[in-house]
């Protein structure tokens, strides 16, 4: 006569597979998640970029901060903010520039990707450092 049911090691087998199976499946979502976080931030700092150049091409300067963007004209509705709370940053440059005798002819956003980058230089964004900038011609990295 035959038995119904499950020994322990049948039991024990199943599961394993299943946490294995369901912490693979943690970790993907995860990452997953983090991606999809930094893919807006790259969407963030391009709409942003995008309105700088609408600035420009209107007052032949970019602006000494973001909020002249917001301003009138609107050239943002508002300012993007980044999904988890970091900040994101401008630097107008040359340094100094000020509207009057010095043109603001370049500038770097910046940002905070969790999955990692390699910006030019240094700066904080909020509690973290930077890892992520563009300019008008794009990325800029150390590479």
Known sequence: MRKL????????????????????GLVSYTQFIKKSRDERRKADLNNIRSALEMY????????????YL?????YLETLPEDPKGFTYQYKALPDGCDGSAIL???YILYAYL???GKCVTSQTCGSVTCNYCIGPYGEKTTD
């Not at 420009?56 to 909020?67: I, M």
């Open 104 to 106: 603001c002819t370049d």
């Open 56 to 67: 420009r091409s209107d007052n032949d300067t970019y602006p000494q901060s973001l909020d």
């Open 114 to 116: 969790e999955t990692g």
């Open 70 to 74: 917001i301003g009138e004209p609107k």
């Open 5 to 24: 049911g499950f020994t322990l090691i049948e039991l024990l087998v199943v599961t394993t597979i299943i946490s294995l199976l369901s912490g693979i």
